[in-house]
């Protein structure tokens, strides 16, 4: 944070001189040119403006979340960064998630975390029992589906979720494909065990662990999570 706030005005003001001269080009170049330059600059300009004014709705400040909560997490899915563990290679994942309000109860479950690639994946998710009520599942392709045992929950509230699968972790050599911890599930919400046992997994990249959606077409869920999740990360065992 420090370097950005050091060198970010210098590449303000060379982008700045860049979009001056590029200008300056293309209006003695061509008026047709010169309006498409014009019109990306601007474009660029707005959504720029918009993208992190609707970031910034997931900042430090909860005036909006508590005042007007659905439109909070309706401009906050929207924005939010792009979640990736990459390129950390083993361990549990770790990280903050908040579930919708009025979500409806249909049976489909939401990917919370995704590994391995189609026919080969796995697929962590939580089903809706009522709006009060979740219950988590693994979706081991090929296979029917574990669930944890449920637990209540308060929709819009922050929550602790601590998950271990074997499949977050690498193999030790190409002689032995399954590392040492490739059946071991845990899933913890704030302080409750609500999963503990040794399930089959398929070894996975790092690149193919994706956080809130299901990218290798798993037909247990559906393609997104529709809550929050921030700041996913590897944590200790």
Known sequence: MRYELDFLPLFVLATGILVFYLAEITRKSSRALYTIFAFFVLSTVIWGAAFNIGTGFTGPDDKLKTQNPG???????????????YP??????????IFPSGHPVNGMGEPIVVTGQTNQGDILFVNYETDNSIV???????????????????????????????SLYQPLNNL??????SKECFIQLNDEVLFENNIPYYTSDPENVTIGVNNIGGTTTVHDFSGIIINPHRTEI
Not at 150 to 165: E, Q, W, Y
């Open 71 to 85: 439109l909070y997490y309706a401009v906050a899915r929207e924005f939010y960064p792009t979640l990736s563990l």
């Open 88 to 97: 950390q290679k083993n361990g549990p994942v770790t990280m903050k998630i």
């Open 136 to 166: 988590f599942g693994i979706d081991h392709w090929g296979s029917t589906p574990v669930y944890s045992k449920s637990t209540t929950i308060v929709p819009g509230a922050d929550n602790n979720l601590k998950v271990n699968m074997g």
């Open 176 to 181: 032995d494909p399954y590392p040492p911890r």
